[in-house]
């Protein structure tokens, strides 16, 4: 099978990587390279771009949508016209608008109304859902928080954390996460099962950020030391926020894995 990712960022790089002993992989970047790219006689499209991991402002704003959704909804209308089965768009846990708590079965997409990203990626959905039929399956992957080495976003800041905490609050809480190398797995049985629909990976046990935060330090021959602060939490969180979010409870249910 002969697979193109557009997008060389972190899971495209490393998807293709992981991939190459299994399927025959091409990549190309998801500005120019796509256009002049021949998408006939390739068994998937993986749409690995899109904008992340920044600031969001008023003046960037349109950049989301512009890469997010439009530049997918273009790549997938390219893969349909030259008769690709498949289409795989990386989406995000973002689209439920959730900042904690869990998401399951039930649980309806609900972007923040500031959050660009999340409405993005949201919106692309719709698109590419609108174009599937029975010759062109599309699926949509909407991960947790992806790690692994190098990994940027979220985990880069926990990273971050890890390096100047060797004291940190035990606060059991419950997040959903997926190791770079188990959504490559993911993402080639999806690719060898042609299957459509919208999936929700992780790992098969959620974490602590508090554990999470001590094996990042074990990894990197640290010892770390833990005490119980619920009051402290809630207060660092207060005056800084990025605090509460990183210890607050978000996860998928395990019923909630795949939305047909």
Known sequence: MKILVVGAGYIGKNFAEYASQRFTIDTTD???????????????????????????????????????RDLAVAVAEKAKHAKVPQFIYLSSMAVFGKKEGEISAHTKPNPRHNDNYGTSKFDAENALTNLQNTDFKVAIIRPPMVYGENCPG????????????????????????????????????????????????QNDEHVSTSDLIVQIRRENGKNTRTFSAGLLLHLCGVIFPPVKTAFSTLYYSKEGEREK
């Open 30 to 68: 998801s500005r120019e390279g796509w256009k002049e790219k021949k998408f006939e006689n390739y068994s998937a499209v993986i749409f690995a771009a899109g904008i992340a991991h920044r600031k969001q402002t008023k003046e960037n704003a349109q950049s989301y949508f512009a890469v997010n």
């Open 154 to 201: 979220k985990y880069r800041q926990l990273v971050k954390i890890a390096t100047y905490m060797p004291l940190i609050p035990c606060n059991k809480n419950k997040r959903s996460v997926i190791y770079i190398d188990n959504l490559s797995e993911f993402l080639c049985t999806v690719i060898s099962n042609r299957a459509s629909g919208i999936f929700h990976p």
